[in-house]
Nanobody, 122 residues
Framework: VQLQASGGGVVRAGDSLTLSCANS????????VGWFRQAPGKEREFVAA??????FYADSVKGRFTISRDNTRNTVHLIMNSLKPEDTAVYYC??????????????????WGQGTQVTVSS
């Protein structure tokens, strides 16, 4: 499994952005996939995850972000709408075998991408 995150950029508040996580080493079959982010001076936090067809979101992004999987391209997307300045962070995709109780933590995510910067100006 080799994850490559892309799609970050500089946008204005209210704009949309789609991040992509490509798996060049294998497929996502059998893997749970998550997105995490880390803002300057803050700890890494959970954003969204997809496990066995179910999706999970942090309260701060629920209703604005959508995690989706494109099996034909072996890619997972994070569609981000109504972006806010507080969404500014480096976003990381991760894959692995988290159990339900740890789906919103980094525990169980064995593979990590390199991160892509998202900056939202007010």
């Amino acid at each position: 499994v080799q994850l490559q995150a892309s799609g970050g950029g500089v946008v204005r508040a209210g704009d949309s952005l789609t991040l992509s996580c490509a798996n060049s080493g294998s497929t996502f079959n059998g893997l749970s996939v998550g997105w995490f982010r880390q803002a300057p001076g803050k700890e890494r936090e959970f954003v969204a995850a997809r496990r066995s067809g179910s999706t999970f979101y942090a309260d701060s992004v629920k209703g604005r972000f959508t995690i989706s999987r494109d099996n034909t391209r072996n890619t997972v997307h994070l569609i981000m709408n109504s972006l806010k300045p507080e969404d500014t962070a480096v976003y990381y995709c991760a894959a692995g075998f988290p159990i339900m109780s740890t789906i919103r933590t980094s525990v169980g995510y064995r593979y990590w991408g390199q991160g892509t910067q998202v900056t939202v100006s007010s």
